[in-house]
């Protein structure tokens, strides 16, 4: 066995120090740029700012590709720890699981409030740095650290000099290029930071300097007199939320369960079209969200869904889910956690379980009093919500034509012709089944398809587009014709696999069968536009009346057919005027369709040298006379209009009843 591949006691490496860090800097760090080791640095010092002590803080970005963070909180401890009896300033920068914020539940901690337990912070940033120097002004002196390859070198703690009653603490640090894609930090993402820094610490005003290759540092400087409700103005660009930003803090006495001073800071608005919205953990960015997020959307939709309910907004039929009342809103939401655990060690994902019910517990109340305070502004976004429940649920309504292998399957009732001459071929829409069975004996099978339909088809005239395939009848229409429904727009080329040149509507000669004609053509004009204006739907014409005249002399028995009650009367004046009695024409009335037989449905309804059928024509545009006449006999909110064009014009109306 070769020695390299020898397995003993000595294979075994212990990582000392800081050592794990430079091994697996993945583990511990984002290694796209230094941007994340130089946030913990600015971390330590929102702190301070956070705990009160602190009024400033001020990044440089240096010349020399280092960055220098330095607050005026109360520095960074210099003196022996009473356990290791190394100053607390080394053990902070070099030891991994050292901090000022463990013991927080029995009250021994100098942050009741900070960034998270993990308790590698600022040491990582030792680690990965050729060099760290450190300057605290504390108790009067300037006590000043250094720190070189990695942590491998620690120099002593010196005083430097004496700074009075002056306090605070400075961290430069040179980020080692070799850890990181690009040796320098992010600056759009560290501007991003610091100006929410600002927003979440009122009274804390935050400052960047960026050396230039030539002339002054560029200084910004950020501070939100309107706190969130400013920086979530100013993240929506200008656009203006359907009603006023709402904006609120509430926090914990201790007598809820939650720790004292546990909580959130939040505002919210709700927009037309998605916003970006931020969170933050006691300071920390949570751009990956977690579960103080999912505990804001729970606040938000029960109290929005209570407040819904009060005033009876939603529709009958209409479930509320949480995406469509928090879809459209854009939030920033500051919580304070006392003991946060995160994913990972860049803390971008907060995983503790009870700020959801915290978060939502804090939130839940006051929102709901501010919607019934404010009626008007929770109606709009209300409205908002319904408005995202009803589209969703249209969606999921969504019916497609039913296809096998990518191919529309043609309805089985569907007796189709035998010819693929589409200039040619005829599709005739028969009421009934009886009618049906009668038409498939009197067609054609060479270039007519027959297509019976059971009862009336659905009124199509306020159907969306999107369920229209819902309707059995509609679909296997849509199917046979080989025609999706599309709007009035349209292209041509919606026709391109059409498959009769005539689309015949042949009903019952009675109220009935101009009822389901009325229906079809609402179909046809509102789904399937181009079908009309192309001159492909026609309605046939069947017979009211038969009237059989006795053979006289030698002219044979004949047989007439009359459309309705007037022309059953010409026929008899002009029989009346060769001599022939009306009392001697034996006339029967089709009661409809399936009354035929297939010879004299052939002859009057089905062969074209013998039948009437008319076609249907647009002779202007959709939205003159012929748009509102459909819209007041098929639209559903027109009851009152139709009952007073009846009342009208009633008496014009020639019915067979």
Not at 431 to 453: C, M, N, V
């Given at each position: 066995m070769a020695a390299g591949n020898t397995y003993d006691e000595s294979s075994f490496r212990v990582l000392k120090g800081l050592e794990p860090v430079r091994e697996r800097p993945g583990m511990y760090t984002r290694t796209d740029s230094p941007t994340h080791i130089i946030q913990e640095v600015i971390d330590n010092a929102a702190d301070e700012a956070l705990a009160g002590f602190a009024k400033h803080i001020h990044v440089a970005v240096l010349k020399d590709g280092s960055v220098a963070v330095t607050d005026d909180g109360r520095g960074i401890p210099v003196g022996p720890h009473p356990e290791e009896k190394i100053p607390v300033v080394v053990l902070a920068f070099t030891r991994l699981h050292a901090g000022g914020k463990f013991d927080k539940k029995s009250g021994n901690t100098a942050y009741a409030f900070s960034g998270g337990l993990h308790g590698v912070g600022v040491a990582v940033t030792t680690a990965l740095s050729h060099r760290v120097k450190v300057e605290v002004r504390r108790d009067g002196k300037v006590h000043q650290l250094l720190i070189e390859d990695g942590g491998e070198q620690v120099g002593a703690l010196q005083v430097m000099g004496n700074c009075g009653r002056s306090t605070g603490t400075r961290v430069q640090v040179w980020p080692n290029e070799k850890y990181f894609d690009t040796p320098r930090v992010v600056q759009n993402e560290l501007e991003r930071l610091l100006r929410s820094k600002a927003m979440l610490l009122p009274g804390v005003q935050v400052i960047l300097e960026t050396d230039q290759a030539n002339g002054p540092p560029l200084r910004k400087t950020w501070s939100y007199p309107n706190g969130m409700v400013g920086y979530l103005r100013e993240m929506a660009g200008g656009t203006e939320p359907v009603a006023p930003f709402y904006a609120?803090?509430?926090h914990s006495d201790g007598s809820d369960g939650f720790a004292a001073g546990e909580g959130a800071a939040w505002a919210l608005g709700w927009f037309e079209d998605a916003c970006a919205s931020e969170s933050y953990v006691n300071l920390i960015p949570t751009v990956a969200g977690g579960t103080h997020e999912s505990g804001l959307r729970a606040g938000v939709f029960e109290a929005m869904k209570s407040f819904i309910e009060h005033h009876g907004l939603l529709p009958r039929g209409l479930k509320l889910q949480q995406e469509d009342v928090?879809?459209?809103?854009?939030?920033?939401?500051s919580a304070r956690v006392l003991d946060p655990q995160f994913q990972g060690q860049v803390k971008e994902k907060l995983n503790s379980r009870e700020a959801v019910k915290l978060v939502s517990q804090m939130l839940r109340d006051p929102f709901e009093v501010w919607l019934n305070n404010n009626v008007e502004h929770g109606r709009a976004i209300a409205e908002l919500a319904i408005k995202a429940a009803t589209a969703r649920q249209k969606q999921a309504q969504k019916v497609e034509k039913r296809k096998s292998s990518g191919v529309a399957v043609l309805p089985g009732k569907l007796s189709d012709c035998e010819s693929e001459d589409i200039a040619q071929n005829e599709l005739f829409l028969v009421?009934?089944?009886?009618?049906?069975?009668?038409?498939?004996?009197?067609?054609?099978?060479?270039?007519?398809?027959?297509?019976?339909?059971r009862g009336k088809v659905q009124n199509a005239f306020e159907i969306d587009a999107a369920r229209l395939y819902a309707n059995a009848e509609i679909h296997d229409v849509a199917v046979a014709l080989g025609v999706d429904a599309h709007g009035r727009d349209a292209a041509d080329s919606v026709l391109a696999n059409l498959r009769y040149g005539k689309c015949v509507v042949l009903a019952d000669a009675d109220v009935d069968g101009s009822h389901i004609q009325t229906l079809l053509l609402t179909l046809f004009l509102r789904h399937f536009p181009k079908l009309v204006e192309r001159g492909h739907v026609y309605i046939a014409l069947p017979p009211l009346y038969r009237l059989d005249v006795p053979a006289r002399g030698k002219r044979p028995m004949r047989r007439f057919y009359a459309l309705d009650e007037r022309e059953r009367r010409a026929i008899l004046d002009r029989l009346a005027k060769e001599g022939i009695k009306p009392d001697d024409v034996e006339t029967g009335r089709f009661k409809g369709l399936g009354e035929m037989n297939p010879g004299q449905l052939r002859e009057t309804a089905m062969d074209p040298a013998t039948r009437r059928v008319l076609p249907v024509t647009l002779e202007e545009r959709w939205d003159g006379e012929t748009a509102r006449m459909f819209t007041l006999l098929m639209g559903k909110g027109e009851a009152a209009g139709r009952r007073d064009w009846m009342e009208r014009k009633g008496n014009l109306a020639e019915l067979d009843i």
């Open positions: 609120a803090e509430r928090c879809g459209r809103l854009a939030y920033v939401l009421e009934g089944d009886s009618a049906g069975g009668s038409a498939k004996l009197a067609r054609d099978k060479d270039y007519q398809a027959i297509l019976p339909l």
